[in-house]
C-alpha cells in the first residue's frame, strides 16, 4: 500500500514538472518567434479591463522598446523610458514603469517576465495553448498572466491580475517588418504645445 502510495505522488509530481516544462517550452518557443522579428515587428492589439475601459490600436516593437497608439493615447518606449501623450488634456507624461505599467500596453511584455519569479503550468483551450503564469512572491506587481498561444507559437491573447482586477489584451494581425529605432524615441515635435510632465 505504501509503496503505490509513494508511486501515485512520485507520478503526481513527475506530471506537475512536466506540466511546468511543457508551458516554458511553449513560452520558451514564443519568445523566439519574436525574437526572430529583431528588425521589428507591429500588430493590433484590444485592451479591456476595469483600470483602462476597452480602448483598440496598433503597437510597433523592437527587442524591448516599442510605440504604440490608440484613440487620443500615444506611447513611445525606448527600453528604459516611456513618453505616454494623452490628447485629451495635451499632456507627455514621462515615466519608468514597471513590469505591470509595462504590459498593459506591450502585451509583448511578458517575453521578459516569465522566466523567473512564476510557476508555470498549461492546458489546451479551442486548439491553442494556454499559459497560466502564477507569481512566487505575493509581492510581485503582476500575481497572475494568462497568456494563450496559437500552435505556430504567435501569442493571441494575454490577461492579466494586478491587485483584483483583470485587464485581457487581444493580439492580431502580427507582422514582421523593419522598423526604425528613431520610432521608439519620443519627440517634442510630434505633439506640438503639449505640457511634459517628468515623472521619473
Known amino acids: ?15 506537475g514538472n512536466a506540466n511546468a516544462q511543457s508551458a516554458r517550452d511553449v513560452l520558451d ?5 519574436i525574437a526572430r522579428a529583431r528588425n ?12 483602462y475601459g476597452n480602448a483598440s490600436g496598433q503597437i510597433s516593437i523592437k527587442g524591448n522598446r516599442f510605440y504604440a497608439t490608440s484613440p487620443g493615447v500615444k506611447v513611445w518606449n525606448d527600453g528604459k523610458t516611456q513618453w505616454t501623450f494623452t490628447s485629451s488634456t495635451n499632456e507627455v507624461t514621462v515615466t519608468k514603469p514597471n513590469d ?13 517576465i516569465y522566466k523567473s519569479g512564476y510557476r508555470l503550468s498549461m492546458r489546451n483551450v479551442a486548439g491553442q495553448y494556454e499559459v497560466h503564469m502564477t507569481a512566487i512572491h505575493p509581492a510581485r506587481t503582476l500575481q497572475e498572466v494568462y497568456v494563450t498561444v496559437t500552435r505556430n507559437y504567435y501569442p ?6 494586478r491587485g483584483k482586477g483583470w485587464t485581457t489584451i487581444t493580439i492580431s494581425n502580427f507582422r514582421i517588418h523593419k522598423i526604425a529605432d528613431s520610432t521608439f524615441q519620443f519627440k517634442k515635435s510630434a505633439c506640438p504645445g503639449a505640457e511634459i510632465i517628468d515623472l521619473r
Request: hydrophobic share 50%.
Open 1 to 15: 500500500m505504501k509503496k503505490t502510495l509513494f508511486i501515485i505522488i512520485a507520478v503526481i509530481i513527475w506530471a
Open 29 to 33: 518557443r514564443t519568445a523566439a518567434t
Open 156 to 161: 493571441t491573447k494575454i490577461r492579466m491580475r
Open 100 to 112: 505591470a505599467q509595462q504590459m498593459s500596453v506591450n502585451p509583448y511584455k511578458f517575453i521578459s
Open 40 to 51: 521589428g515587428a507591429s500588430a493590433s492589439f484590444r485592451i479591456s479591463g476595469q483600470s
